[in-house]
């Protein structure tokens, strides 16, 4: 079961920079990601099952889709000097990063990152330790079927479609893939309930492939140390990936997540604590508090 116990305390320790001029700085603080009402959060779940199914329709006519590199916008003006320097920081402080998510194989983890969405990771352990304990297979999980799973998962946020997804990707996995999860994005991506996000997951923490799956804390954090201008997901991530320094491709993602989830927070980022914060053009960047 892999977790990450010591990462939390590690990243979070940092490198304090005392004395360090917090307020020179330059471009405009991160655009927030839009926000989803409970409307588009269901029908972003639709589209990935619709995606999934239109690429299984093509890939059965003997034409899989190929999965589109995001095209980026506009070059990042930050100097890859200063790339290689926050990254390598960020190496020296926590040399293996993990994610939060416990699994025990490929399938324990596309299973968890899928139940993931709109979820915190604390919650969605708390649900699969149960419904794992069930179920850690494709085959188990289509023999345990829908209500059960439905019934393990009611914690986590959007539970009815994502258990109608974990059973229709089990199901999938079982038809098409033997059963094995596909290292693979197109693959990934068409199976039920698994968009470019969760599958650039599953090819980084599993299969230890370079991707960058970009949420929340990696979107603003590239916009607020100047990685990126992207508007989308996509944008960033095509950014990031054009810019990370090769021997830091497989570990970046995490890096970034944990700094954003850890100490570069979306409402007030603790800059005073902050390992990069001599390197950081975030113009609105928090004083340490007074004792
Ligand atoms: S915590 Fe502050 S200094 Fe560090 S990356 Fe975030 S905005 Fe920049």
């Known amino acids: 079961m892999k977790t990450n116990k010591s990462i ?3 990243i979070t320790s940092g490198k304090k920079q005392a004395g360090a001029d917090v307020t ?7 655009p927030p990601l839009p926000k989803k009402t409970a ?6 779940e639709q589209t990935e099952t619709k995606r999934g199914s239109k690429s299984s329709t093509n890939k059965a006519r003997g034409a899989p889709p190929k999965r589109k590199p995001a095209k980026r916008r506009r070059r990042p003006s930050v100097s890859p000097e200063t790339v290689n320097a926050v990254f390598s920081r960020f190496a020296e402080i926590e040399p293996e990063p993990k994610g939060e998510l416990e699994h025990t194989d490929a399938y324990t983890l596309l299973v968890a990152v899928v139940l993931s969405a709109q979820a915190t990771d604390a919650g969605v352990n708390k649900a699969t330790r149960q419904l794992f304990a069930a ?6 999980m289509v023999r345990l079927g829908e209500d059960r799973v439905r019934e393990l998962i009611k914690t986590i946020g959007l539970y009815r479609n994502k258990a109608k997804n974990v059973i229709a990707l089990s199901q999938k996995l079982i038809d098409e893939y033997q059963g094995a999860v596909p290292q693979d994005a197109d693959a990934l ?4 309930g698994v968009g470019r996000k969760t599958a650039n997951v599953v090819l980084n923490v ?7 799956a970009v949420d929340t804390h990696v979107f603003r954090i590239a916009h607020r140390l100047g990685f990126s201008k992207g508007k989308t997901p996509e944008q960033v991530e095509a950014d990031l990936l054009a810019i990370v320094p090769k021997e830091y491709g497989v570990p970046a993602h995490h890096w970034l997540i944990l700094h954003g989830r ?3 927070k979306a409402r007030k980022p603790e800059c005073w604590r902050c390992p990069v914060v001599d390197l950081c053009p975030y113009k609105d960047k928090t004083p340490a508090p007074r004792q």
Do not use: I, N
Not at 39 to 44: D, F, M, S
Not at 206 to 212: A, C, N, R
């Open 24 to 30: 020179s700085a330059t471009p405009a603080p991160a």
């Open 135 to 140: 179920a850690d297979t494709p085959e188990k």
């Open 8 to 10: 939390k305390a590690k």
């Open 206 to 212: 599993w299969f230890g492939q370079p991707t960058m």
């Open 262 to 264: 850890y100490l570069c």
């Open 39 to 44: 409307v588009t959060k269901k029908r972003t």
């Open 189 to 192: 991506e068409s199976l039920p």
